[in-house]
């Protein structure tokens, strides 16, 4: 199992470009979303998703959106990226039930808007 | 709605030493409680969690945490830290839903 992966690593917009942030996992798992990380701010929720078709928003979703085709792939998109969005973004995934709904993340996406 | 604070933003340790890093918690309903940890340049890993039982929980690298309901609290410790536990470690509770809420976690810096 490849796990939760994350593309691409690094990344450097200017101001009001568009993006999409790939997250893909292989563990059937329902829940998937998105956080980003700034220092001293822990991890905000952007925007999660409980299954294909169904999408959230989280803490913080202005500028972003995301959509949830399948089961396997939930991808983030800055619509026009502002030097606000600089940030390391996390995508995690789990499953919903009692099976313990520990947290999978990917390795994270490092975003410099300038 | 839940809430997470971690008290110490940055906890200094030496090698060898013991560390307690402090988590507390608030939920109006019963929870479920996580400890992770984030090495440099990396995604976060699960260190332990609690979700039932016994309130004494053991986790990876030798970390344990104790969920003691009464204080709301859920502190990780370790006896004996190593050069390699220097990391950022986050706690998260999850109650009521499935999405868990992260404190603003802890910075372990452990000196030779």
């Known amino acids: 199992n490849a796990g939760v992966t994350q593309t691409p690593k690094f990344q450097v917009l200017k101001t009001g470009q568009s993006m999409t942030l790939q997250c893909a996992q292989d563990?059937?798992?329902?829940?998937m979303s998105w956080y980003r990380q700034d220092p001293g701010m822990g991890l905000r929720l952007i925007h999660y998703?409980?299954?294909?078709?169904?999408?959230d928003q989280g803490e913080v979703p202005n500028g972003y959106n995301v959509s949830r085709s399948t089961t396997e792939d939930f991808p983030l998109r800055l619509l026009s990226a502002a030097p606000s969005q600089t940030s390391v973004y996390f995508c995690?995934?789990?499953?919903?039930?009692?099976?313990?709904?520990?947290?999978?993340f990917g390795p994270g996406t490092r975003l410099t808007v300038t | 709605a839940q809430s997470v604070t971690q008290l110490d933003s940055q906890v200094p340790v030496f090698e060898e030493a013991p560390v307690e890093l402090r988590c507390n918690y608030s939920?109006?309903?019963?929870?479920?409680l996580f400890w992770y940890v984030q090495y440099p340049n990396q995604g976060l890993q699960l260190l332990l969690k609690?979700?039932?039982?016994?309130?004494l929980v053991k986790g990876i690298n030798g970390f344990e945490a104790e969920f003691n309901k009464s204080q709301t609290s859920f502190h990780l410790r370790k006896p004996s830290v190593h050069i390699s536990d220097t990391a950022e470690y986050f706690c998260a509770v999850i109650g009521g839903s499935y999405i868990p809420t992260f404190g603003r976690g802890t910075s372990l810096i452990v000196h030779p």
């Open positions: 939920s109006s309903v019963s929870v479920y």
């Open positions: 563990m059937n798992h329902e829940y």
């Open positions: 998703s409980v299954g294909a078709g169904i999408t």
């Open positions: 995690a995934s789990s499953y919903t039930g009692l099976a313990g709904y520990e947290q999978y």
């Open positions: 609690y979700l039932s039982g016994s309130t």
